[in-house]
């Protein structure tokens, strides 16, 4: 069978921090994300057996490194590097620029965000027990050109579109049964940023116990609980010491159907982003952090 050049998972998110022991402490000790492998400037952190799902970097700014997106074999991952080629992305390593990672490439797309898509990570049995999510599930990032990410996103990984809101509000884009990996929103003025990076955890129970362990921090939820009506998930979100948000979720749709046709909303209607009463904190989109400058 041809490839079609497709991802299978979402694989990790790579942060740089000014706040480096700061972002560490809260992964840890708020989240429940423990740290596989470490050195002065980089901590690798995991909440499954992968050796790692989120990666943060002490730098003097707050920014995207990359995002890491995972290939099933090597014939899809082939067929992906050919379609970046062939879109003209400016390619950044032909090798995996991360540890622990059997091969892949990375590249520059659009709005500046680096993708690294690989093959494999070695499998840690280290779950230490306690609190803490099951595992990374999605990312959003704001954008500019929403419908250009999306096509991007659907013909470089054959990403699917699970729901759409009015034509370039915001689009939901699943790799695999998870209802979204990957949600794009519209933002109008600066630089595109990632908003959020999420993780999936067994029940509305461990978000309440969030905000607990953050009032106990002197801190508090940025938003939440809230039933999403795209991905019909319960979230509860707060934002880390970089200046990105944290969401933990549980309830989150699945889709086993590949080919199910898109779900819209109307721009107009308020429950597509939250089920029960329709209202959004005014501030909750000032939050994010930009992609590193490659150019």
Same mark, same amino acid.
């Given at each position: ?25 809260? &992964? ?7 740290? =596989?492998?470490? %050195? ?6 995991? *909440? !499954? ?5 989120? +990666? ?10 990359? +995002?890491?997106?995972? &290939? ?11 379609? =970046? ?7 950044? *390593? #032909?090798?995996? +620029? ?46 500019? $050109? !929403? ?19 009015? !034509? ?24 595109? /940023? ?17 905000? $607990?362990?953050?009032?106990? $921090? ?7 609980? =809230? ?7 319960? *979230? ?10 944290? #969401?933990?979720? %549980? ?7 590949? #080919?199910? *046709?898109?779900?819209?909303? &109307? ?24 992609? /590193?400058?490659?150019?």
């Amino acid at each position: 069978m041809q490839a079609n050049g497709s991802i299978s998972e979402m694989g990790y998110v790579a942060l740089q921090t000014r706040m480096f022991s700061e972002s560490v402490r809260n &992964a840890t000790d708020i989240y429940g994300l423990f740290a =596989v492998d470490s %050195t002065d400037k980089k901590v690798y952190l995991s *909440a !499954t057996d992968t050796h790692h799902e989120i +990666i943060y970097t002490k730098s003097d700014q707050d920014a995207v490194d990359h +995002i890491g997106l995972v &290939a099933p074999n090597v014939d899809e991952l082939d067929a992906i590097r050919e379609k =970046v080629r062939r879109g003209g992305w400016r390619i950044l *390593a #032909e090798q995996p +620029i991360e540890t622990h990672i059997e091969s892949g490439f990375a590249f520059v797309g659009p709005e500046g965000f680096t993708w690294h898509v690989y093959l494999g990570m070695e499998k840690w049995d280290q779950r230490p027990g306690g609190f803490g999510p099951d595992r990374y599930g999605h990312i959003n990032l704001l954008t500019h $050109d !929403t419908v250009g990410m999306k096509n991007f996103l659907v013909d470089t990984f054959d990403f699917r579109v699970s729901e759409r809101v009015g !034509t370039d509000v915001a689009f939901f884009l699943r790799c695999n049964v998870d209802h979204h990996g990957i949600a794009i929103f519209k933002k109008e003025k600066g630089p595109g /940023v990632l908003h959020h990076h999420a993780w999936q955890t067994q029940s509305i129970v461990d978000l309440g116990r969030l905000g $607990d362990r953050l009032r106990k $921090d002197g801190r508090k939820l940025l938003w939440g609980p =809230v039933r999403h009506g795209a991905g019909h998930n319960i *979230a509860a979100y707060a934002v880390e010491p970089c200046g990105a948000v944290i #969401e933990l979720y %549980t309830d989150l749709e699945f889709i086993y159907d590949r #080919e199910r *046709a898109v779900f819209e909303w &109307a721009e107009a209607d308020p429950f597509w982003v939250n089920q029960w009463d329709g209202q959004v904190p005014g501030d909750i989109f000032n939050y994010g952090i930009p992609p /590193v400058d490659r150019s």
